[in-house]
Antibody, heavy 120, light 111 residues
Framework: EVQLLESGGGLVRPGGSLRLSCEAS???????MSWVRQAPGKGLEWVSS????????YYADSVKGRFTISRDNSKNTLFLQMNSLRGDDTAVYYC??????????????WGQGTLVTVSS | QSVLTQPPSVSAAPGQKVTISCSGS????????VSWYQQLPGSAPKVLIY???KRPSGIPDRFSGSKSGTSATLDITGLQTGDEADYYC????????????FGGGTSLTVL
């Protein structure tokens, strides 16, 4: 059974940093992985993706230059380093598994999410 | 403003069929696979359809997906009250700013 367990969320002040982690189990971790977020009462927003080999990374314009996605395939763990956080980054952040080894936007497994709140 | 366009809401009676549309462009739906997700209130999204029309194990065949050109469709037959949820389409956009894209979501009401 595929399991994706996010951690690292919490309350942070504007301009601050946070690092999210996602521990994966139950599948070959060589698939592409992504982060998707959902602001309170809003729809889904794709944030970032990384290929299975870490050779390719992609970012939404809204986070480019502030967020960095990475992975440690030896530990089956996905990361999202978030810097210069703003109020509109407040959301539940989901770790998601792609159907392919490259980013395809087809996500077949989702974690339960971790809440990030940016507020003074 | 979402890259993919979905109707904000749809409704139908129990037992009936409902269709949710998702419109995009050649840089996204037109050249990439489409997925559909169901989000029940207070829960994480769950995949219903991936690769345009494939169902993961455990998803009933009441849910079906299709794609034609730059549009995709999710059909739900034999509606049940438990189907009340938000539904999202998603795919990849292969433009200069490559990345995942979603529709704005469709709220399904089973009358």
């Amino acid at each position: 059974e595929v399991q994706l367990l996010e951690s690292g969320g919490g309350l942070v002040r504007p301009g601050g940093s946070l690092r999210l982690s996602c521990e994966a189990s139950g599948f070959n971790f060589k698939y592409a992985m992504s982060w998707v977020r959902q602001a309170p009462g809003k729809g889904l927003e794709w944030v970032s993706s990384i290929s299975g080999s870490s050779g390719s990374t992609y970012y939404a314009d809204s986070v480019k230059g502030r967020f960095t996605i990475s992975r440690d395939n030896s530990k089956n763990t996905l990361f999202l380093q978030m810097n210069s956080l703003r109020g509109d980054d407040t959301a539940v952040y989901y770790c998601v598994k792609d159907v392919f080894y490259y980013g395809s936007g087809n996500f077949d497994s989702w974690g339960q999410g971790t809440l990030v709140t940016v507020s003074s | 403003q979402s890259v993919l366009t979905q109707p904000p809401s749809v409704s139908a009676a129990p037992g009936q069929k409902v269709t949710i549309s998702c419109s995009g462009s050649s840089s996204n739906i037109g050249n990439n696979y489409v997925s559909w997700y169901q989000q029940l209130p207070g829960s994480a999204p769950k995949v219903l359809i991936y690769d345009n029309n494939k169902r993961p194990s455990g998803i009933p065949d009441r849910f079906s997906g299709s794609k034609s050109g730059t549009s995709a469709t999710l059909d739900i037959t034999g509606l049940q009250t438990g189907d009340e949820a938000d539904y999202y389409c998603g795919t990849w956009d292969s433009s200069l700013s490559a990345g995942g894209v979603f529709g704005g979501g469709t709220s399904l009401t089973v009358l």
